[in-house]
């Protein structure tokens, strides 16, 4: 785990250490590794509650929930690509979303290391 910069092996071995695994052994990183392995176990997650769980759950079933925004967008696709001059549109905005996400990802990515 020598390869990449300080803060690429360091996210790397907090990755490894999240997972449950034990990252490989890395000198230059080793005392920030024992640093999080301490604050791992003195944090462990708190259990949710069943009434956390049948609300979630409600919220995620639900009209309005992940479903319902499912069926939305199927029938916004549906509707928007019945023309094929919109299909090409359609395909450009996509791939701008994916452009733009992809840009936000990493440069979140880069802020947080």
Do not use: C, H, N, Y
Not at 17 to 38: E, V
Not at 41 to 63: C, K
């Amino acid at each position: 785990m020598t390869t990449g910069t300080r803060a690429e092996r360091l996210d790397l071995a907090l990755d490894e250490l999240l997972a449950g695994r034990a990252p490989r052994g890395d000198r230059g990183i080793a005392p920030l590794l024992a640093a999080a392995a301490l604050v791992r176990q003195a944090l462990p997650p708190i259990p949710a509650g069943s009434r956390f769980e049948t609300r979630m759950l409600g919220r995620l079933d639900g009209r309005g929930g992940v479903s319902g925004a499912f069926e939305a967008l199927g029938r916004a696709a549906q509707r928007e690509l019945r023309k094929p001059a919109r299909i090409l549109a359609a395909g450009a905005v996509s791939t701008a979303a994916v452009g733009v996400t992809v840009t936000a990802v990493a440069v979140w990515r880069a802020r947080r290391q």
